[in-house]
């Protein structure tokens, strides 16, 4: 069983929107957090967004923070990213991952992907101009 499915890539003009959704059916109950990250060919992966799945917290990166949305729908183990207002600079594949184990203190996003233990396979968004 793969632990997190992404979906909803594709491609889209700018100034457009995108949602992008990653089923997660590793450890829901034991994941600290679920992240988003990008990445285009010659570049390090990059922290886009995380969600808290225990509690309401959610963290970005300052260049997506007034542009997208990450949610989760717990009924159906899926987190979302609401891409809107998309740019050029926008286009990468995204993935998501989960990070492990569930644990106390002051929630605080993950942004570093050495943090995060399992992958999706990724999905590509393309933003035209």
């Known amino acids: 069983q793969v632990p997190l499915v992404e979906s909803g890539g594709g491609m889209v003009q700018t100034g457009g929107s995108l949602r992008l959704a990653c089923l997660v059916s590793?450890?829901?109950?034991?994941?600290?957090?679920v992240g988003w990250f990008r990445q285009t060919p010659g570049k390090e992966r990059e922290f886009v967004a995380a969600?808290?799945?225990?509690?309401?917290?959610?963290g970005y990166a300052d260049s997506v923070k007034s542009r997208f949305k990450i949610s989760r729908d717990a009924a159906k183990n899926t987190m979302y990213l609401q891409m809107s207002d998309v740019k050029p600079e926008d286009t990468a594949v995204y993935y998501c991952?989960?990070?492990?184990?569930?644990?106390?203190?002051?929630?605080?996003?993950?942004?570093?992907?050495?943090?995060?233990?399992?992958w999706g396979q990724g999905t590509q968004v393309t933003v035209s101009s």
């Open positions: 590793g450890r829901p109950q034991s994941t600290y957090a």
């Open positions: 991952a989960a990070d492990y184990p569930a644990r106390g203190g002051i929630w605080s996003p993950p942004t570093r992907p050495v943090e995060y233990d399992d």
């Open positions: 969600i808290a799945l225990i509690g309401v917290y959610t």
